[in-house]
């Protein structure tokens, strides 16, 4: 109860970073900047205080997914912030988030198996070099570092590649062993990174490759990807937990 009520305090706390003056009722990516702030801190006070509702093997899985909601919402208060004051994209506060919460989406496939079953370490290390070749070579591309269009197809071939180790390879392998509630949450996370990330590819394409950067558009998607993708990822988690609960 008192690491819920220190967590709550923060999450409460005035910050520097979330100021940005008055918000322009038209201005509807500066809308959704503040509405993906505040159901970012929702989910993380809510994740963080279910944590104590599931069983022990849940716990780890449920912890991260707080923590990638809790970092979220950290920069977002910060990209808001950027938006509101200057129109211009967050580029740096965005990969510097996902750089965080990306590699943690897909190490929870991990962690998931492991607290059940015996998975092979190559799984880990399959999702996190994938999510960080992904996450590196967008970051080029939207920066100016490289050309946007080689950037993409190399983002794009990793992101294929971490579905198929999930679909196809080890990831496969180790659920086939697991329990109904696992892998029901280990199926609705793979839809999710399937279909949900799918909306990322759609910003880039929008805000990069249609002849003009459209700064616009690609923020709008990007946190219409954000809300979607992290916080129905923690609770497709959280869900798979409680049903565990109730057939245990």
Known sequence: MKSILVLSSFLAAPLFAASGGDLDANDYVGVSFWLVTAAMAAATVFFFAERGNVEGKWKTSLTVAG????IAFWHYLYMRGVWVDTG????????????????LQMVEFYLILAAV????????????????????????????LMSAMPAFIIG????????????????????????????????????????????????????YLMGTVDSATLNLIYNLADFVNKILFGLVIWKAAMDDRQTA
């Not at 923590?67 to 809790?70: A, H, Q, S, T, V």
């Not at 609705?188 to 394409?205: D, F, Q, R």
């Open 88 to 103: 211009e994209t967050p580029t740096v506060f965005r990969y510097i988030d996902w750089l965080l919460t990306v590699p």
């Open 117 to 144: 079953t015996v998975v092979a370490g190559s799984l880990f290390w399959q999702l996190l070099l994938g999510s960080l070749v992904m996450l590196i070579f967008g970051f080029m591309g939207e920066a100016g």
């Open 67 to 70: 923590l990638i909601c809790g």
């Open 156 to 207: 794009m071939l990793a992101w294929l590649y971490m579905i198929y180790v999930l679909y196809m390879g080890a990831g496969k392998a180790a659920v086939s062993s697991t329990s109904a509630s696992v892998q029901t949450a280990y199926n609705s996370m793979l839809l999710i990174i399937v279909v949900g990330w799918a909306i990322y590819p759609l910003g880039y394409v929008f805000g």
